[in-house]
């Protein structure tokens, strides 16, 4: 290697450190902002701040994002496309983290995901229950899985909402099966608030398809809920897991490793 090329590779790592530096100052920018909204929400619901759990959706963000993350206390971690977050997962995997998959799932995506998620937030139907159970007893797993509950007004029972997730009526079978099938553990409830509505009567809805959920199965107390903009609302309601993206990572971008 030439002094030339010395001086052009220090430059390098010297413009690569400082970018670094720039990206862990704006990502903690970020996130104090995010936890001084959920401390005065919190204290608008007379709430305290240790019954939030705050994920991380680092949706099309790249690893290097996540361990930044973990760098300023960030342990909880969304993905929601599993060619996305399996690769992730496996870059981090030397870190304490807890890997949630927030996102729609296929079934034949399943026995992937329950390889390396810990929690899976958007189980909205019997067959996803099932090959969820064969991937985590191929993995040698125990699986903590969400019913996901439709806020949108679908109207008729077993009618899919635009943001997915199954009806409030179906929900109780839904919690019995995840209950019951080896290798899964139900935790509670998730949603997504309807689009272009306002997010308070919905979750609303969702705190009472949670609280009767809670009568067979007092152990699951998840509630996750909230997103970027409407985390207040949520906490209002009686969240329990938010699931941020933009507010701690800036605008989505094409992922880079």
Not at 106 to 113: D, E, G, L, M, S
Request: aromatic content about 2%; glycine content about 12%.
């Amino acid at each position: 290697m030439t002094d030339r090329d010395r001086t052009g590779a220090a430059g390098d790592d010297a413009a690569g450190d400082r970018a670094a530096a720039e990206r862990r100052a704006e990502i903690a920018e970020g996130l104090a902002a995010v936890r001084a909204r959920i401390a005065a929400a919190c204290a608008a619901a007379g709430r305290t701040e240790d019954e939030i759990t705050l994920i991380a959706v680092t949706k099309t963000f790249p690893a290097s994002d996540v361990r930044l993350l973990a760098g300023l206390g960030v342990t909880e971690v969304g993905e929601n496309r599993d060619q996305e977050a399996r690769p992730k997962a496996a870059d981090c995997a030397d870190l304490p983290l807890t890997w949630h998959f927030v996102g729609r799932l296929q079934t034949n995506k399943a026995r992937a995901v329950a390889g390396y998620a810990d929690v899976v937030h958007s189980v909205d139907r019997p067959r996803l229950v099932t090959a969820l159970a064969e991937g985590a007893a191929r993995a040698g797993r125990t699986l903590r899985c969400l019913v996901q509950v439709s806020l949108d007004e679908a109207g008729k029972a077993g009618e899919v909402g635009e943001r997915g997730g199954a009806v409030p009526g179906d929900v109780p079978g839904l919690a019995d099966e995840i209950a019951a099938a080896p290798g899964l553990e139900f935790g509670g409830v998730m949603a997504v608030a309807p689009l272009g509505a306002d997010p308070l009567p919905a979750f609303a809805r969702l705190a009472e398809t949670a609280a009767q959920t809670r009568r067979n199965h007092p152990e699951a107390r998840i509630v996750s809920a909230g997103m970027s903009g409407d985390l207040e609302q949520a906490i209002a309601c009686g969240a329990t897991h938010l699931r941020i993206g933009t507010a701690l990572l800036g605008g989505r971008r094409a992922i880079v490793r």
